[in-house]
Every structure is written in structure tokens, then in C-alpha cells.
């Protein structure tokens, strides 16, 4: 599984882009054999002080492809290009848009890590004691 995020800041009207993308933009690219699920994000600052460049970001979006290649047949499709000239128009007001190919890793806490190998959402365990952070 690969995913795409997109950071969007600047946005006039929050409310306005949120209907649109959700009711719009989100069940176009759903549609798509390929895509496994869209996670829309709206940002609330908890601080006042956030460092520059980053107190404008409202919205991250992350969208799950099946694989790395599903993920370039989609975006070079004729429907794949309709829909990322759908993500580029948000811009054309003052609202910036910034995508990027992520890699996930999740870590649960040890009291979630039992629960959630069970359900299946766990695939691999990492010791947390070999663990380099930095």
C-alpha cells in the first residue's frame, strides 16, 4: 500500500472547501478501481505560535492506493488527470497545495498492540527497544 498526502493552506472559506472536496473531489477519486480510502484532515492550531509557513495549514488529505504501481496507472489516466485538474483548481484562489508520496508506520501503544494483531491491522512488530528514533 502507498498513499499520496496533500497539505492545503491558505484556504478562504474552510467550510466551503471541506463541502466541496468531500462532496466532490473525494467520491471522484473513490470511484477509481485502485483506491482504497481518503482520510481528510482539518487542522485547528492549538497554539498561537506556530512557526512561519506552517500557521496556514488547514487541511492534510491522505489517499491509500492498492500499490505503487496502481498508484501511477491512476494518476496518468485520462480519469486520474481529470481529477487532479479538479485538486489544481483549488488553487487558483490564494490556497496553496503541496503533495507528497508517504511511507506509513503506525506504532501502538503496548495495551492496543494485542487488540489490533487480532483484528488483523498489525503485519509486522517492531521491538521497541531496537528501535532508533534518531
Known amino acids: 500500500?502507498?498513499?499520496?498526502?496533500?497539505?492545503?493552506?491558505?484556504?478562504?472559506?474552510?467550510?466551503?472547501?471541506?463541502?466541496?472536496?468531500?462532496?466532490?473531489?473525494?467520491?471522484?477519486?473513490?470511484?477509481?478501481?485502485?483506491?482504497?480510502?481518503?482520510?481528510?484532515?482539518?487542522?485547528?492550531?492549538?497554539t498561537n505560535k506556530q512557526p512561519e509557513g506552517l500557521n496556514d495549514i488547514h487541511?492534510?488529505?491522505?489517499?491509500?492506493?492498492?500499490?505503487?504501481e496502481e498508484m501511477k496507472r491512476i494518476l496518468s489516466s485520462?480519469?486520474?488527470?481529470?481529477?487532479l485538474k479538479l485538486v489544481a483548481a483549488l488553487g487558483e484562489d490564494s490556497t496553496?497545495?503541496?503533495?507528497?508520496?508517504?511511507?506509513?508506520k503506525v506504532v501502538y501503544a503496548p495495551k492496543w498492540l494485542e487488540k489490533k494483531t487480532e483484528e488483523g491491522e498489525v503485519i509486522e512488530i517492531v521491538d521497541l527497544n531496537n528501535l532508533e528514533i534518531f
Open 1 to 46: 500500500m502507498v498513499k499520496v498526502q496533500g497539505l492545503y493552506r491558505n484556504i478562504n472559506d474552510l467550510e466551503e472547501f471541506e463541502v466541496y472536496y468531500t462532496k466532490v473531489i473525494i467520491p471522484k477519486i473513490l470511484s477509481v478501481p485502485g483506491v482504497i480510502k481518503i482520510d481528510f484532515t482539518t487542522l485547528y492550531h492549538s
Open 78 to 83: 485520462e480519469e486520474g488527470i481529470a481529477i
Open 59 to 68: 487541511v492534510i488529505t491522505e489517499t491509500y492506493f492498492e500499490s505503487l
Open 96 to 104: 496553496e497545495i503541496a503533495s507528497f508520496m508517504a511511507q506509513e
